[in-house]
């Protein structure tokens, strides 16, 4: 074969067969190179060469080079049919590059006609990036042009499916459905996936499955399974199982371990080792289902029929998940015992297992042991540190050190503020608070003073008495510390000063861009319920489960003049260009801020443990500029903005 003893380059033809030889044994690079040598010799070079290497690229999934060889099939004015435009955009639909996809579409509709391929392949691309709007989009296009098929819509659904988008999925079925196209188990599987704790719709589902006669196999199944336990209706994916099995259905070991979780969810541990022991002779238990029972077990307070569990378990088939199941759920001394055992069975003890582990030995006051474990991590990534608090790895201190030899006393300055305990602080909430609610806490123990540049903010001497307070749960006080108040005053501070200059002060519209939990968000609402006229606020989390965070932290706060938007805060401009008053954007960080309340900060943030935002720094970066500038285009002209973050990392701050 080419490159490995053929030292003459063919003719076109026989470049044909060779390329056509390398593409089937799947020696796609090897191909590409004598693409490239035919290139540099002007043989003369068709489509058909091209359209080969792209295929081979195509099938390993390469959709960079795929791309790439088409865009040099255009560069040497090489006619392109339909079928090599196909072939690249199937290898971006692969890799879940959707943006390539719909690049290729539109180079080609300057000169050829798509087929029904053509856009089920962006339409594929689209799903597998979770671009289920441009899914649903490219649906419409396909069925006015009269190109949709059931393949088209089951990958429109994917794409919801994989949003958790479950009633854009219901929906886009019932119009499948009306429109005639073939509904399969395909179709439903998928529309179950996108349910999360949706059971009756899933009940309903499997129901209509039964009445158009399409027998549900082991994915049906298991999908309805894990919804009802999730549900934590146990019960009815337990119903769904046995009855599965008394169809003859051949469950498979997700099957089981879909149920095994759902017994746990629901706190029938007993109904989890049991299903585990039953599926001895048919199936085989694999890491996930020893997981599953051992999580059962020690969600119910069971955790020493864990630790049997564990022991009497074949340790092949043990995991760090395994054993990560139960630390943190069992006693200090046996989670101690259980990390031997991983040492023992040679098990690679992940961030999930120290992390947890650490954590456990610290709340049981336990530092000594809590502190050679962090060690034991720290030696693990070869990063040197600091080996008191705050664990500082020198390659973070190399960084902030400052250049003049006479500064250095800020750095141990610095070095010894972050090794103090973080204060805890709170706000009295206006709208709600009575007035003698800090008498009532000095009577329940707490003893307080108050922060000197805010009216309603105080600190705590030593730590309140333990669990939730009555004015806590009514929304009389909001637990914040004194810097997350700073972003939300500062703010205050300067448009009041600015609105002091006009004779009609305008109410305000302000906008909280990156709001969740709420913290903040309640801090604004309640300033601006204040005003003469009164403001208006708009706090945006594009996460769905801290959005609802976020909504019951207002409604609990006396927050009536908001509302809650998940929008990504890197387009929201798009929707309302110059529209606010004032922004408040805090954006996602490397948090070294948080090192005051959590010793590892500054390892996560390094990089120094592997995990967290230092391992994603160019990403997030990116990200945090894309969120501001988005900010600063939502911004009225003359308005205010101001940033907030935890981050200190000079080398990722963020600019306009």
């Known amino acids: ?266 706190m029938q541990w007993e109904a989890s080792l049991s299903l585990m022991h039953a599926m001895q002779g048919r199936k085989q238990a694999d890491s996930i289902t020893l997981s599953a029972a051992i999580s059962a077990c020690c969600d119910a307070g069971h955790w020493q029929s864990a630790l049997r569990l564990l022991g009497a378990t074949n340790q092949g088939r043990l995991n760090n998940s395994c054993y990560n199941a139960i630390l943190g759920r069992c006693s200090w001394e046996a989670g101690l015992a259980v990390l031997d055992q991983m040492d023992l069975q040679k098990v690679e003890k992940d961030s999930l297992t120290y992390s947890t582990a650490i954590a456990a030995l610290e709340q049981a006051d336990k530092w000594e042991e809590a502190f050679r474990l962090l060690d034991e991590r720290l030696v693990k990534t070869g990063d040197d540190r600091i080996r008191r608090p705050p664990f500082a790895p020198r390659s973070f201190l190399r960084e902030v050190l400052p250049s003049e030899a ?51 903010g105080f600190l705590i001497q030593g730590r309140p008495p333990a669990g939730l307070s009555r004015p806590q749960l009514t929304g009389e006080l909001y637990f914040q510390e004194p810097t997350s108040m700073l972003p939300a005053e500062l703010l205050r501070l300067v448009m009041t000063e600015s609105l002091a200059e006009l004779k009609d002060p305008p109410s305000l519209t302000v906008l909280d861009l990156c709001a969740a939990p709420g913290s903040k968000s309640t801090q604004l609402g309640s300033w601006l319920m204040s005003m003469e006229p009164m403001g208006f606020l708009v706090a945006n989390e594009p996460d769905e489960a801290r959005a609802k965070k976020l909504d019951a932290s207002l409604t609990r706060m006396a927050v009536t003049n908001s509302i809650v938007c998940t929008m990504d805060g890197r387009f929201i401009s798009d929707l309302v260009p110059e529209a606010f008053d004032a922004v408040l954007v805090d954006v996602p960080c490397t948090c070294e801020g948080n090192v005051r309340k959590d010793a590892t900060s500054l390892l996560r943030a390094a990089g120094t443990m592997r995990t967290g935002p230092a391992q994603h720094k160019e990403e997030l970066v990116d990200r945090q500029q894309a969120i501001l500038q988005s900010a600063w285009r939502a911004l009225r002209p003359g308005g205010c903005l101001v940033q907030s973050e935890c981050g200190s990392d000079p080398d990722h701050a963020t600019h306009l």
């Not at 602080?425 to 009575?434: D, E, H, Y």
Request: hydrophobic share 45%; charged share 20%.
């Open 1 to 266: 074969m080419y490159g490995s003893g053929i030292q003459t380059l063919p003719d076109a033809r026989t470049a044909n067969g060779l390329l056509k030889s390398l593409v089937s044994e799947g020696k796609a690079s090897e191909a590409k190179s004598l693409l490239h040598s035919l290139e540099e010799r002007n043989c003369e070079i068709t489509a058909f060469h091209y359209s080969t290497i792209v295929n081979a690229f195509r099938r390993a999934s390469d959709w960079q080079t795929a791309v790439g060889m088409l865009t040099r099939m255009v560069q040497r004015k090489i006619q392109q049919d339909i079928v090599v435009y196909n072939q690249a955009i199937n290898a971006c639909a692969r890799a879940a590059s959707w943006q390539s996809a719909l690049q290729l579409l539109a180079m080609l509709q300057g000169s050829l006609s798509p087929d029904s391929f053509t856009l089920n392949g962006v339409l594929a691309a689209c799903s597998a990036g979770e671009q289920w709007q441009i899914g649903i989009q490219l649906i419409s296009t396909m069925r006015a042009l009269q190109m949709a098929d059931a393949i088209s819509f089951n990958s429109a659904l994917r794409g919801c499916a994989n949003s958790k988008q479950w009633s854009r999925a219901l929906c886009l079925m019932q119009d499948m459905i009306e429109g005639l196209f073939s509904v399969d188990k395909i179709t439903y599987t998928t529309v179950l996936s996108s349910l999360e704790h949706e059971w009756q719709l899933a009940m309903h589902l499997l129901q209509d499955m039964d009445r158009r006669q399409i027998q549900p196999d082991c994915l049906v199944c298991t999908a309805a399974v894990a919804i009802c336990g999730r549900a934590f209706c146990w019960q009815e994916a337990a119903r769904i199982f046995d009855q599965a099995l008394a169809g003859g259905m051949p469950c498979d070991t997700p099957a089981y371990n879909a149920l095994i979780t759902a017994y746990g969810l629901g």
């Open 406 to 456: 006479g500064k250095a006393l800020d750095l141990r300055r610095m070095v010894r503020s972050c090794s103090r305990a973080s204060p805890i602080a709170f706000r009295v909430n206006p709208l709600k608070a009575r007035q003698d609610v800090l008498d009532r806490l000095r009577r329940q123990g707490w003893q307080t003073s108050p922060l000197p540049w805010l009216g309603n």
